[in-house]
């Protein structure tokens, strides 16, 4: 059974963090679509054979504690993706491997889905003002960050096995 909306109004609230989100509202009070517009934090660059997450200089502070950590989980958008169309897959051979059974995007890492985040987890090289550089990263050079998230088990290991 198909269901109509009829959009009754639409609320634009910007985050005290500079995000925006949209509300759309539905005459079914239970539908609610939202829209989140995110922010680039910096961008992968990859330069002289090192790889590097360059923040924005006003994210320097942010930083403060993971030269301690051994990895970095690095979020980022998958921008050269950016079609309606490739939003649309939700099925891909994993790796693009043909030989690979035809698998939903959720469970893959595929560049191919409805919201283009990608993660990875990088090993951390050195830690330096505002730059990361790690060992590696599966991005291509100029792709905005848009978050990073410490190792939360390398967190909570005892300093000395760190």
């Known amino acids: 059974m198909k269901r109509v909306m009829t959009i009754i109004g639409a609320i634009m609230v910007v985050c005290s963090?500079?995000?925006?989100k949209k509300m759309m509202r539905t005459q079914d009070e239970n539908i609610a679509h939202e829209?989140?517009?995110?922010?680039p934090?910096?961008?992968v660059v990859r330069e002289?054979?090192?790889t590097l997450i360059v923040l924005d200089d006003k994210y320097q502070n942010g930083l403060l504690g993971l030269e301690k950590q051994k990895h970095v989980h690095v979020l980022y958008?998958?921008?050269r993706n950016d079609t309606p169309e490739k939003r649309a897959?939700?099925?891909?051979?994993?790796r693009g491997d043909r030989n690979n059974p035809l698998t939903g995007v959720?469970?893959?890492h595929s560049p191919f889905r409805p919201n283009l985040i990608a993660i990875s987890r990088c090993e951390i090289i050195a830690v330096r003002e505002n730059v990361i550089e790690v060992a590696e990263i599966d991005a291509f050079d100029n792709t905005p960050v848009i978050d990073l998230k410490g190792d939360f088990f390398d967190y909570y290991r005892p300093a000395q096995e760190r």
Do not use: S
């Open 48 to 50: 002289g054979g090192k």
């Open 106 to 108: 959720f469970a893959t």
């Open 77 to 79: 958008w998958f921008d």
């Open 35 to 39: 829209e989140f517009r995110i922010h």
């Open 17 to 20: 963090t500079g995000c925006e």
């Open 89 to 94: 897959v939700l099925q891909v051979h994993p």
């Open 41 to 43: 934090i910096g961008r």
